[in-house]
């Protein structure tokens, strides 16, 4: 039972701001970008239509007898501070017919038009520190009202932008700008006519009928159409939602296994918003996701991975809910271990080896990265054995495809041991494609030749460089010999190389791509990195400190980049025979 309804943006957004319309706990965050809110505007202006809506109309009386949990708009964005949506709090009611609306389709819109209304963004300006507040300045919309279409081949019309204060005062003889917000101010056209006078803008037709345009389109037009459904049951309303949303590419199946989960678990949202907060916070930033945490709650549950909403049901969700205190402590401990490993959102491939781990950690608790008594040896050995699954399962892209059941058949193997964690447990496990945990001596020297400098070189120099502090600095990758040494084509050359060998065009690639490889790759600490820069290897050796700190250096050989060709293989042969004892 339902009806169409249509009404303009200026009473939507004031029902909005009045807590009349709030948000599901199934809907997702706010995604949207700057360009795609002043893209939307521009539609606003031209008159094309931007979507119908749907909403939920629910009396406040089943909201507040079945504890379903209701969301606000966020009206003043922030990146850092302000990006997920505030709980509702307890509806006051003195009608029990007095109904609300929830929106279940237009989330992104909504609140993109009462951000530009009522609101204000902040985004992380590129190059600043995470944690420096003046690194998210605060903005307004605002409306060039000098703004006009030159030509059809234009994409954009009327030009909105974002701004703070001080820029929207600097004016141009090509722009107005115009605070969007204020328009709402006004009742009727008299008044808009009032203030054209009173700016003195009746001479220029373009800002006249900008001005104009914009009131008629946020305050006269009825232009948002929505249709309203009644129902009482939750499970009726993710039935819809769910029918709604995954037509296309708008969710992914663990968004809507997220939006089933917190539609039963109350507090659901604000617990993995705040685990996500905290854990991707850790060290120098991760990147984590819902759709991370949603599969490891099923994977330590130890419930089927693969994602499906139908069935998915309440009794489930109670047991990850009643856990969720283990979980959560499984998850953080975990990423932690990580940070001290060296492993970074820049240097982890998948994700999801990550996940085996997390379930070592949830079945043997909070000594399964330690030991009890304490022996430092066989702290390391459980630690070193994680880091080389990590680093083993990524190199042979063991979650590259099927991960349901990659993840599944780890699971197993992992439930037959109640020991400490070994990466051999694993290692005769086939995957799909006949991809394993196996390796060689040959593929160890492959990858001294396969990998240019990446991620995957970087873990294999985690290996190599186990005692560094990565928790506590960031460590970046450095050429031995600096990448920039081979840029001169001219000066390589004409280098005589030992021997008598001639430089030609192919020993001149080979060196391009060796530069990159394994054995000229180091790892600095970021400052001691930079200060290095681009300094000859043979001149940066002569400070007896860096020729004491570095590790896998060949004695007694030149290290000027002519002798680059016996540098490079020594070098090899050194970090080969480390890489075999640590992992044959």
Not at 132 to 141: H, I, Y
Not at 346 to 372: L, Q
Not at 393 to 410: N, P
């Amino acid at each position: 039972m339902g009806q169409y309804v249509k009404n303009t943006i200026s009473a939507i957004i004031e029902d909005i701001d009045s807590k009349k319309i709030f948000l599901p706990a199934i809907q997702r965050k706010y995604v949207w970008t700057e360009s795609q809110i002043t893209r939307l505007m521009d539609s606003i202006m031209k008159g094309y239509p931007f979507g119908t809506f749907l909403f939920w109309k629910v009396k406040k009386t089943v909201i507040a007898t079945k504890q379903y949990s209701m969301y606000e708009f966020i009206k003043d964005f922030h990146e850092r501070d302000c990006y997920r949506n505030p709980k509702a709090g307890q509806f006051n009611i003195t009608n029990t017919d007095e109904t609300i609306l929830s929106a279940l389709d237009g989330q992104q819109r909504l609140t993109s038009l009462y951000i530009a209304l009522k609101g204000t963004i902040a985004h992380k300006l590129p190059k600043k520190h995470w944690n420096n507040d003046d690194a998210f300045p605060k903005k307004e919309l605002y409306f060039n009202l000098l703004s006009e279409k030159k030509n059809d081949e234009e994409d954009i019309s009327y030009i909105f932008k974002f701004l703070t204060a001080e820029e929207a005062a600097e004016t141009s003889v090509d722009t107005l700008w115009y605070k969007v917000k204020e328009i709402l101010q006004y009742p009727d056209l008299k008044a808009i006519n009032r203030l054209i006078l009173l700016n003195d803008w009746t001479a220029n037709g373009v800002i006249t009928d900008n001005i104009v345009k914009l009131f008629e389109q946020i305050k006269c037009e009825e232009l948002i159409n929505y249709f309203e459904i009644e129902t009482e049951s939750i499970d009726d309303v993710l039935d819809i939602f769910v029918r709604v949303n995954s037509g296309g590419t708008v969710l992914s199946k663990t968004d809507l296994l997220f939006s089933t989960i917190v539609s039963y678990w109350d507090n659901g949202r604000e617990e993995i918003d705040a685990l996500l907060a905290t854990i991707n916070k850790i060290g120098d930033h991760y990147s984590f996701s819902n759709d991370f945490i949603m599969r490891t709650c099923l994977y330590v549950m130890d419930m089927p991975i693969s994602l499906k909403v139908d069935t998915f049901g309440k009794d489930n969700v109670n047991k990850i809910k009643t856990n969720w205190k283990a979980i959560k402590a499984s998850i953080k401990d975990t990423i932690e271990l990580l940070n001290e490993l060296g492993f970074t959102a820049e240097n982890i491939v998948a994700d999801n080896a990550i996940v085996p781990i997390i379930y070592y950690r949830y079945k043997h608790g909070v000594d399964a990265f330690t030991n009890e008594t304490r022996d430092k040896d066989i702290v390391h050995n459980v630690r070193l054995e994680i880091r080389k699954f990590l680093i083993i399962a990524q190199i042979k892209h063991i979650f590259g495809q099927s991960t349901s059941a990659t993840l599944t058949t780890i699971r197993k193997e992992l439930e037959k041991h109640t020991d400490k964690f070994k990466l051999c447990y694993l290692q005769n496990l086939k995957f799909v494609g006949d991809s394993n945990l196996k390796y060689t001596e040959d593929d160890i020297k492959e990858w001294f030749e396969c990998y240019e400098k990446n991620a995957f070189t970087f873990m294999l120099l985690s290996l190599l460089y186990p005692h560094l502090k990565y928790g506590q600095k960031g460590f970046h990758q450095d050429h031995m010999h600096p990448y920039s040494g081979f840029e001169k084509k001219d000066v390589l050359m004409s280098l005589s190389l030992p021997n008598g060998e001639v430089m030609d065009e192919n020993k001149l690639n080979l060196w391009l791509h060796q530069r990159n490889t394994l054995a000229n790759l180091q790892l600095l600490e970021g400052r001691e990195n930079e200060s290095k820069n681009d300094e000859p290897l043979i001149d940066w050796l002569k400070a007896e400190a860096n020729k004491d700190n570095v590790k896998y250096l060949p004695k007694g050989i030149d290290y000027s980049l002519v002798n680059f060709d016996e540098f490079l293989e020594k070098r090899k042969e050194l970090m080969l025979e480390k890489l075999k004892e640590i992992l044959l």
